[in-house]
């Protein structure tokens, strides 16, 4: 029987990650084709020169070029020591990168220190939704804007092209984001040509007890 109603948002929690040859094979596939997504990270939040944004899962860069290009300062954070050094040749010219090792569940950066935040097609890899969802919380200052990007696949979809999300999993996300006190939880699809993607966004708001010090 198709189990493809109960997966989870992380359904690929057990990838191995991204070392070796595959994982090289892997980095060009997404440099090639992550450019269109990161374009839309971009836009969605709507990145400026004011903004310090954090890329979890950044891989080889796409979006945190993309975000470098509008004056903004980028923090691009990731498991893989080989899609981190990629990221950084080809990177070399922005001054206001950096880079750093590490996951969803342990952001390296202090408390408040982010305006936006966003994940592009990893939140189905993260080991811990929940955890994630805290540390996204806690690096966010009030009014930091959080943005997911999944690509959407079809519920039967198996190996490679189910990599990503079917509505059912874009929904469930957005609660969880409701349930780690997000506000202004809501769900977009984009569609370009035969292929689409999900965008969930939210905002990190403090309660105005706590704004009013």
Known sequence: MDDSSTRP???????????GPIGLAAAIGMLVGGRRQARLAVELTGVSNADHVVDIGCGPGNA???????????????????????????????????????????????????????????????????AGLAEVHRVLADQG????????????????ASHGWTERQARDFAGQCRAAGFDAVHIDKHVHGRSAVWAVQAVRTKPASVRQG
Do not use: C, Y
């Open 145 to 160: 804007r959080f943005l997911v990007i999944e690509r959407q696949v079809r519920p039967d979809a198996t190996g490679l």
């Open 9 to 19: 948002v992380n359904h690929h929690a057990d990838h191995r990650g991204f070392a």
């Open 64 to 130: 945190v070029r993309a975000a470098a290009g509008t004056g903004a300062r980028v923090t691009g954070i990731d498991p893989s020591p080989m899609m981190l050094r990629l990221a950084r040749t080809l990177t070399r010219n922005h001054t206001a990168v950096a880079w750093s090792q590490g996951t969803a569940e342990k952001l390296p950066l202090p408390e408040g220190s982010a305006t936006v935040a966003w994940s592009v097609k990893t939140v189905h890899h993260w080991k811990d939704v929940t």
